[in-house]
């Protein structure tokens, strides 16, 4: 009988221990970080199709989203799809394409981490030449493979509400494991006095 005792009181620890971990795998995934799979090749070369990365859910809890940052997004067209994407420009600033280069008020962007020119659409948001001022609450975002990603070009800037987290590590392959690093200077990733929706995005959360 204690032989039969003991064994209950062993699956009993196990299944306790389970259930803790289960529980803290449900609060982590639903509030710190989730892991995605990188799908198609909008973010060639800096993410490949198949590329397996973790998203910061709290990131924007402390501090605002930031120019060269990468997220993860609800899709405009369907919520139940999640797009990868990087941010060019934030509330407040112009954004125009010419000629294939990028233009943030009134600077040409220095993207080093692109293969080839910025085409615009037909039919899309942006028209070439055309200045766009991204609104309060919005962001203004662009796959890094200019010709094949569907992004602000194509749907316009996209709410800070639909953003899910920031991508900030990349966990597979191993030859690519590490951090994701902003390409831009650190004096370019935010203005702060333009900035002030922040504080929205945050209540609204």
Not at 16 to 35: A, C, K, N, R
Not at 98 to 126: A, C, P, R
Not at 150 to 177: C, H, N, T, W
């Amino acid at each position: 009988m204690s032989g039969l005792k003991t064994i209950i009181e062993f699956v009993m620890d196990i299944l306790e221990t389970v259930v803790f971990i289960g529980s803290l795998f449900i609060v982590v995934y639903l509030f710190i970080l989730q892991p995605n799979q990188v799908k198609g090749a909008s973010m060639d070369p800096t993410f490949n199709s198949g590329d397996y990365i973790f998203t910061s859910k709290i990131t924007y809890k402390f501090r605002q989203p930031e120019r060269g940052d990468v997220v993860v997004f609800k899709s405009p067209k369907n919520p139940d799809i999640e797009y990868i994407k990087r941010i060019i420009a934030i509330p407040g600033d112009s954004v125009s394409i010419k000629d294939g280069q990028v233009f943030v008020n009134g600077s040409i962007l220095n993207e080093n981490y692109i293969n080839v020119t910025t085409n615009t659409w037909e039919g899309g948001f942006v028209k070439e030449g055309v200045l766009v001022t991204v609104p309060q609450n919005y962001l203004f975002v662009l796959g890094d493979n200019r010709p094949r990603s569907s992004d602000s070009r194509e749907f316009g800037p996209i709410p800070l509400s639909s953003i899910i987290g920031q991508v900030f590590y990349r966990y597979f392959p191993a030859s690519k494991m590490g951090t994701i690093n902003n390409p831009f200077p650190k004096s370019f990733h935010s203005t702060l006095n333009i900035y002030n929706s922040f504080i929205t995005f945050q209540s609204a959360n």
